[in-house]
């Protein structure tokens, strides 16, 4: 069965970095991509960028290019999701789903990610 | 890549039917026919349940339907049960392997 699994909460001061990982199993990897959405508390969804899993092509929200870096490893069938200079405003729910089509079918659970000094 | 817009609560009784709008643009709702649906139970994680406008996925309720008009997409429940209380997404493509979400509307069984 289809399974991507997030890594673990994370706190972070303002101004450092965090680096949450996505592993898939189930399927083919390299056949689908993987899209990084997210969620402040009590918020709704918010895409932020996509990476194929066939040849490791992005495209993030404008929002977010700065600061985002979304990477694969094939050889361990994980997506990674990067985001720097944190501030409050990142802390977040944060889900990697997989591409189906156009729309995303599984999600990994959720890592929470709180920003705080 | 603005979010879609989509009204922040809806509700009614059981056995009811209630409807959800997504209004967009032809850059992305009315642009493609991909927009999609998600359904999101308290402290839980995102539920696809409509794709690409209307279709949808195995195991998902016959009484949740999806359309689009121009740029404004809907999802209705009809039958309304007390465990359709939740939070509704919608989506779109936007291009260029870029999406866009909307606000959400949380549903409310009475």
């Known amino acids: 069965q289809v399974q991507l699994v997030q890594s673990g909460a994370e706190v972070k001061r303002p101004g450092a970095s965090v680096k949450v990982s996505c592993k898939a199993s189930?399927?083919?990897?390299?056949?689908?991509?993987i899209t990084w959405v997210r969620q402040a508390p009590g918020q709704g969804l918010e895409w932020m960028g996509w990476?194929?899993?066939?040849?490791?092509?992005?495209q993030y929200a404008q929002n977010l290019q700065d600061r985002v870096t979304i990477t694969t490893d094939t050889s361990t069938n994980t997506a990674y999701m990067e985001l720097r200079s944190l501030t409050s405003d990142d802390t977040a729910v944060y889900y990697c789903?997989?591409?189906?089509?156009?729309?995303?079918?599984?999600w990994g659970q959720g890592t929470l990610v709180t920003v705080s000094s | 890549q603005s979010a879609l817009t989509q009204p922040p609560s809806a509700s009614g009784s059981p056995g009811e039917s209630v409807t959800i709008s997504c209004t967009g643009s032809?850059?992305?709702?009315?642009?493609?026919?991909?927009v999609s649906w998600y359904q999101q139970l308290p402290g839980k994680t995102p539920k696809l349940i409509i794709s690409?406008?209307?279709k949808r996925p195995s195991g998902v309720p016959v009484r949740f339907s999806g359309s689009r008009s121009g740029n404004t997409a809907s999802l209705t429940v009809s039958g309304l049960q007390a465990e359709d209380e939740a939070h509704y997404y919608c989506?779109?493509?936007?291009?260029?392997?870029?999406?866009?979400f909307g606000g959400g509307t949380k549903l409310t069984v009475l």
């Open positions: 990476v194929s899993g066939f040849n490791g092509n992005t």
């Open positions: 690409e406008v209307s």
């Open positions: 189930g399927y083919i990897f390299t056949s689908h991509a």
């Open positions: 989506s779109s493509y936007a291009g260029i392997n870029t999406w866009v």
């Open positions: 789903a997989r591409e189906m089509g156009v729309c995303f079918d599984y």
């Open positions: 032809s850059s992305d709702v009315g642009g493609y026919n991909y």
